[in-house]
RNA sequence: GGGCCUGUAGCUUAGUCAGGCAGAGCGACGGACUCUUAAUCCGUAGGCCAGGGGUUCAAAUCCCUUCAGGCCCGCCA
């Protein structure tokens, strides 16, 4: 494998590396897919992102390369998961694009749960062919392989047992039908299978015997036959999944085998990728209520530092995310990155369409000193951004006010006192000659602008003959209630002349008493 | 029980495939900027590369082993 064009020490991003490790004549399919059981989290998107990187290093490589994003829908409804209300437990084994959605807005179960997942992914710029395994199975896109399958359940069977080392049941066959009476997916007795006519025979477990047709999606393959009998039917040659397959004797070593003796074909090139935890709290899951769904990270985090997030870490590290402190660095360092704008991983995170440039941390601040819209607009144009393209520049500063409200830690939390704060009394005779010379440099200023009122400052410290740094302490104590604040010159000018200049007379005449 | 992945500075990590001076970023600390205390720039400290053994002229890297965390062998990203 040769990447690195030449220089060896020239660093090769993961992504590129796997693009030069798969086969270089033939056209890919890069298949991602989730159960859309519950809300889709952040652990989720590695597997789409990771596989949209794939995808878009192989087509810069100039490899014939698409994208698959397949929704298992067909999935039975395992339990009543803790965000579900108990009258669920009638739908548990239906398939969840038959079972209603909770919401009452969406056509099933999974579409509750993919819609707002799919949103997520356009933001993302992760554009994949959104497959349903629902549509395919009742299609009948999957009736030939069915019958391999059917065919073949002994060497299935046996291939299962030996490769993760467990005993199946003397009878079992890998396939579920959907019972006709209970409509379960069910663990059903298979009594007999019609090649011809692509019936299966079989008993329930609620009693009922009867006939399935597979070809118009009646049942469903076990999901570690499913999986290979996918590669197979769409000639998926990459494939990025969760660590939990990728254990020995996990489903990738059984698929593998599976793939290359009943249907003869290869297994895709394996993308193995580890969990995104929680700080503090843990692996995601969204069976456990440990999750932050992709929703609720895009309301906080610009999509691509989300992107950006699984660029930077290799696919078989853990993430560690923290929705704290950590996410202020993660936006800082990928807004260095964009600066210097010609790493390959600011290449593979950015997206077109995300276009200001007002630094986080700042608008973490102005949020907290301008209420709504307008005014944040105004103080941002009086400190010199560019606020031309408005749309972005509002919804970059609604993330951070969110993030400011959920998120962050109580440091860079800080209120304009509405009172007096009683920290003025500390003051010293120092200080308040000092602020009083301040005031009346304020009123006598040319213009209320960031500029003057910090160099107000600096003339003041010298005129009063006292440490500069000593007022501005002042000035954040009068106004906040604490030692530190934002920086003082458009603090000040943001919060404006009036309210200002009256708070630090009344300051000095408090302390004075 | 059998197997897989991970462990490098306080934190996040590069380097491990293919052995050749252990590198960044954040944080901390110090300084500069007589225009910024949460801006910017410069600098400093911080490492038994989880532990032990082996191979080698040379090991974070290869082999063996121990420990810690996570995962798989029902279903899961």
């Not at 694009?97 to 992914?121: M, N, T």
Request: glycine share 6%; net charge negative.
């Amino acid at each position: 494998m040769q990447v690195t064009g030449g220089n060896s020490n020239e660093k090769v991003h993961w992504a590129d590396v796997c693009a030069a490790d798969v086969p270089q004549d033939v056209p890919h399919l890069i298949a991602t897919g989730i159960t859309p059981s519950g809300p889709i989290h952040l652990g989720n998107m590695r597997e789409v992102v990771t596989g949209d990187l794939v995808y878009k290093a192989m087509k810069e490589r100039g490899l014939e390369v698409e994208l698959i994003y397949n929704a298992d829908d067909f999935d039975p409804l395992r339990k009543v998961y803790p965000f579900l209300p108990e009258s669920y437990s009638q739908y548990i084994g239906l398939p969840i694009c038959d079972i209603p959605c909770p919401c009452g807005k969406h056509k099933s179960y999974a579409e509750h749960f993919l819609e707002p997942f799919l949103k997520a992914l356009e933001e993302l710029d992760v554009k994949p062919t959104v497959l349903r395994s629902s549509e395919l199975y009742r299609s009948g896109k999957f009736t030939e392989e069915i019958k391999t399958v059917l065919e073949n359940a002994a060497e299935i069977k046996e291939i299962l047992e030996r490769v993760s080392n467990r005993k199946l049941p003397e009878t079992w066959v890998p396939f579920y039908p959907i019972c006709k009476k209970c409509k379960k997916i069910s663990n059903a007795e298979i009594l007999g299978h019609d090649s011809e006519k692509h019936l299966v025979k079989y008993r329930c477990d609620c009693g009922y015997e009867g006939e399935c047709d597979y070809s118009k999606g009646e049942g469903k393959l076990v999901w570690r036959v499913d999986w290979p009998m996918r590669w197979a039917n769409l000639n998926v040659t990459v494939e990025p999944f969760g660590k939990d397959h990728a254990a020995a004797g996990g489903s990738f070593d059984t698929g593998k085998e599976i793939v290359e003796k009943i249907f003869r074909a290869d297994a895709p090139y394996p993308v193995a990728y580890e969990w995104i935890s929680l700080k503090g709290k843990g692996a995601m899951a969204s069976s456990t209520g440990v999750a932050i769904t992709i929703d609720s990270m895009l309301e906080i985090v610009p999509p691509d530092v989300l992107r950006y997030l699984i660029v930077r870490s290799k696919p078989e590290k853990a993430i560690t995310f923290d929705p704290g402190m950590g996410l202020l660095t993660l936006i800082d360092e990928y807004a260095k990155l964009a600066e210097k704008g010609d790493s390959r991983e600011y290449e593979l995170s950015k997206i077109s369409s995300v276009a200001t440039d007002i630094p986080f941390k700042h608008l973490v601040t102005v949020v907290q000193i301008a209420k709504d819209d307008d005014s944040i607009i105004e103080v941002l144009k009086r400190s010199g951004y560019n606020v031309e393209n408005s749309d972005a520049v509002l919804k970059r500063a609604q993330r951070a006010k969110i993030w400011v409200d959920k998120y962050a830690p109580d440091m860079v939390r800080f209120t304009v006192q509405k009172e007096l704060p009683s920290e003025v009394y500390t003051f010293t005779e120092e200080e308040r000659y000092a602020l009083e010379i301040l005031v009346a440099k304020m009123e006598g200023m040319p213009e209320w602008n960031a500029e003057n009122l910090h160099n107000a400052v600096y003339k003041t410290g010298e005129e009063a003959d006292i440490n500069p740094k000593a007022i501005f302490t002042c000035i954040y104590k009068a106004i906040l209630g604490q030692e530190r604040g934002p920086r003082a010159g458009w603090f000040l000018e943001a919060l404006g002349h009036d309210f200002v200049t009256k708070r630090i007379v009344e300051a000095v005449g408090a302390g004075a008493q």
